[in-house]
T-cell receptor, first 112, second 111 residues
Framework: GQQVMQIPQYQHVQEGEDFTTYCNSS?????IQWYKQRPGGHPVFLIQ?????EVKKQKRLTFQFGEAKKNSSLHITATQTTDVGTYFC????????????FGTGTKLQVIP | DTAVSQTPKYLVTQMGNDKSIKCEQNLGHDTMYWYKQDSKKFLKIMFS???????INETVPNRFSPKSPDKAHLNLHINSLELGDSAVYFCASSSLRGEQFFGPGTRLTVL
């Protein structure tokens, strides 16, 4: 079955440092989504990437979809304590009936 | 106005009991899901319904039975609860574009 792995599993950064999480799928995807889950909360949709090589920005967050549509990354510039949480990518396969496979997640801790 | 709501928020029960979790969405979405999040935070899809029809049924024990009385509701009934069922269960619904809206979760603890 489809597997979606994320690295690193955990990341501790000093406030103000940059952070990147990488997402790799075992199969080609039709699109990739990113979600953020705050401690004790539920996953919240951040963005969806559809095109090969697509790059999207949301303030300090930059999302990228690989050329082969099998990998993606999320980069946060100058982290803040409000960035704390677990970041999940979620891949959707072509032709699938909206089934989305979530990645293993990267837990970000920001040290003030 | 909560978009996706679940009840109860917490559920503590003994092994062997039967319990239900309810989910409702007011977003007008056709597709709804149940996910299980274990202690390691892995999010695993269990079921998905589209307009009251079951479309995704992952490898989940038969003790778990979803029911969708209408497209705004998706309930989850669990029979003969086991220790390994302890987890947070999330309901979600999705738009046609695929982005998912999650409920607040139900933390199930089986003693």
């Amino acid at each position: 079955g489809q597997q979606v792995m994320q690295i690193p599993q955990y990341q501790h950064v000093q406030e103000g440092e940059d952070f990147t999480t990488y997402c790799n799928s075992s199969t080609t995807l039709s699109n990739i989504q990113w979600y953020k889950q705050r401690p004790g909360g539920h996953p919240v949709f951040l963005i969806q990437l559809v095109k090969s090589g697509e790059v999207k920005k949301q303030k300090r967050l930059t999302f990228q979809f690989g050329e082969a549509k099998k990998n993606s990354s999320l980069h946060i510039t100058a982290t803040q304590t409000t960035d704390v949480g677990t970041y999940f990518c979620a891949g959707q396969r072509p032709g699938g009936y909206q089934k989305v496979t979530f990645g293993t997640g990267t837990k970000l801790q920001v040290i003030p | 106005d909560t978009a996706v709501s679940q009840t109860p928020k917490y559920l503590v029960t003994q092994m062997g009991n039967d319990k239900s979790i309810k989910c409702e969405q007011n977003l007008g979405h056709d597709t709804m899901y149940w996910y299980k999040q274990d202690s390691k935070k892995f999010l695993k899809i269990m079921f998905s319904y589209n307009n009251k029809e079951l479309i995704i049924n992952e490898t989940v024990p038969n003790r778990f039975s979803p029911k969708s009385p209408d497209k705004a509701h998706l309930n989850l009934h669990i029979n003969s609860l086991e220790l390994g069922d302890s987890a947070v269960y999330f309901c979600a619904s999705s738009s046609l574009r695929g982005e998912q809206f999650f409920g607040p979760g139900t933390r199930l603890t089986v003693l």
